[in-house]
T-cell receptor, first 112, second 113 residues
Framework: GENVEQHPSTLSVQEGDSAVIKCTYS??????FPWYKQELGKGPQLIID?????GEKKDQRIAVTLNKTAKHFSLHITETQPEDSAVYFC???????????FGAGTRLTVKP | EAGVAQSPRYKIIEKRQSVAFWCNPI?????LYWYQQILGQGPKLLIQ????????DSQLPKDRFSAERLKGVDSTLKIQPAKLEDSAVYLC???????????FGPGTRLTVL
C-alpha cells in the first residue's frame, strides 16, 4: 500500500519568511495529492491539492509542486503570517479511491 | 452552511469499558468517513459509508470496533472493549460524493486509562 513520509516534523519561521514542507510517496500509481491544515482543536481543512497531470499549482500565498519521477511533492507558503501557524498534513491517493494515506504532519510556527 | 458535527468532544474511560461517538455530516453529503488520529500521526481511515452502506472497512479492527449509519445520515462509531492503544482523536468527515473534497468535523478526543 501507499506510504507517505513528511519532513520536517516541526518548522519555525519568522513572519514574512517562506516555509517549505516536503513529502515523498511510495506508490507510483497515486495521482492525487491534497494538503490539509489542522488548527488546534479542529479537524483538518483542505487548503490546496494537485493532480498528477500538472507539476505546479498556486493559490495566492500557497503553492504545491509535484515531481512524479522522484515521487515527491512540496508545499510552499510565502509571506507567512502568524495565522499560518498550524499542523500541515500531506496525503496521497488514487483519485478514484478515497483511502488517502496521510503523512505524519508538520507543526509550523510563525513568530511575529 | 453548518459543518460536520461530532459529540462528545472529549471522553475519558478506563480500559475494557465501552464508548460511542456520534457524527452528523453536512446536509446532503452521501459519503461519510471515520478516521483515527493518534497523537503525532496523520489521520488513518477506519471506515467509509456511501449512504447507509459500507464501502471500505478494511482498516477497522472489527473485533472491537463497529460503526453504523442506519438512515444514511448520522453515524455512530463504537469501541467495545477499549484498549490503551485506542487513545486518539476520532475524526468524522463527509463529502457530497465519493472522490469529492472531504470536510472534517472537530473530532472526539478519547483517552483510555
Amino acid at each position: 500500500g501507499e506510504n507517505v513520509e513528511q519532513h520536517p516534523s516541526t518548522l519555525s519561521v519568522q513572519e514574512g519568511d517562506s516555509a517549505v514542507i516536503k513529502c515523498t510517496y511510495s506508490d507510483s500509481a497515486s495521482n492525487y495529492f491534497p494538503w490539509y491544515k489542522q488548527e488546534l482543536g479542529k479537524g483538518p481543512q483542505l487548503i490546496i491539492d494537485i493532480r498528477s497531470n500538472v507539476g505546479e499549482k498556486k493559490d495566492q500565498r500557497i503553492a504545491v509542486t509535484l515531481n512524479k519521477t522522484a515521487k515527491h511533492f512540496s508545499l510552499h507558503i510565502t509571506e507567512t503570517q502568524p495565522e499560518d501557524s498550524a499542523v500541515y498534513f500531506c496525503a496521497a491517493t488514487l483519485y478514484n479511491n478515497n483511502d488517502m494515506r496521510f503523512g505524519a504532519g508538520t507543526r509550523l510556527t510563525v513568530k511575529p | 452552511e453548518a459543518g460536520v458535527a461530532q459529540s462528545p468532544r472529549y471522553k475519558i474511560i478506563e480500559k475494557r469499558q465501552s464508548v460511542a461517538f456520534w457524527c452528523n455530516p453536512i446536509s446532503g453529503h452521501a459519503t461519510l468517513y471515520w478516521y483515527q488520529q493518534i497523537l503525532g500521526q496523520g489521520p488513518k481511515l477506519l471506515i467509509q459509508f456511501q449512504n447507509n452502506g459500507v464501502v471500505d472497512d478494511s482498516q477497522l479492527p472489527k473485533d472491537r470496533f463497529s460503526a453504523e449509519r442506519l438512515k444514511g445520515v448520522d453515524s455512530t462509531l463504537k469501541i467495545q472493549p477499549a484498549k490503551l492503544e485506542d487513545s486518539a482523536v476520532y475524526l468524522c468527515a463527509s463529502s457530497f460524493l465519493p472522490y469529492n473534497e472531504q470536510f472534517f468535523g472537530p473530532g472526539t478526543r478519547l483517552t483510555v486509562l
